[in-house]
């Protein structure tokens, strides 16, 4: 479970998980300190908390060779529709992989 935590001790592992019937929402159970949460696993706006959002590949970028950048692979990321809107419309049109926000330097 990526990026998940138990919000009362901060166990990351110890972490068990079972689906409640309402959706997608999950019940996450934690082995350390017994709290139990529900998550929903929908991506969510981290900006506006929205889940009107769009589905776009990013470039993995890494050094190859001297200054030379290779792209090794494509990540999907999810672009929100409201906050993301201008970048959503150029991906729309070149359909091309979005570049990292920061590339290699070393």
């Known amino acids: 479970m990526a990026d998940l935590e138990c919000p009362e001790c901060g166990e990351d592992e110890a972490l068990d998980g079972r689906p409640t019937g309402v959706g997608e929402v999950i019940e996450i159970t934690c082995g350390t300190c017994d709290r139990t949460w ?3 696993p929908a991506p ?3 900006r506006c908390d929205g889940t ?3 589905a776009a590949c990013r470039a993995v970028v890494e ?3 001297g200054s030379q950048l290779s792209i090794v692979a494509t990540e999907v990321i999810h672009l929100c529709m409201s ?5 959503v419309g150029r991906y729309r049109i070149s359909r091309s ?3 990292p926000d920061e590339l290699p330097t070393t």
């Open 38 to 40: 529900e998550r929903d």
């Open 44 to 46: 969510r706006c981290a």
């Open 52 to 54: 009107d959002l769009f």
């Open 63 to 65: 050094r190859s060779r």
């Open 83 to 87: 906050c993301d809107e201008e970048l």
């Open 97 to 99: 992989p979005l570049m």
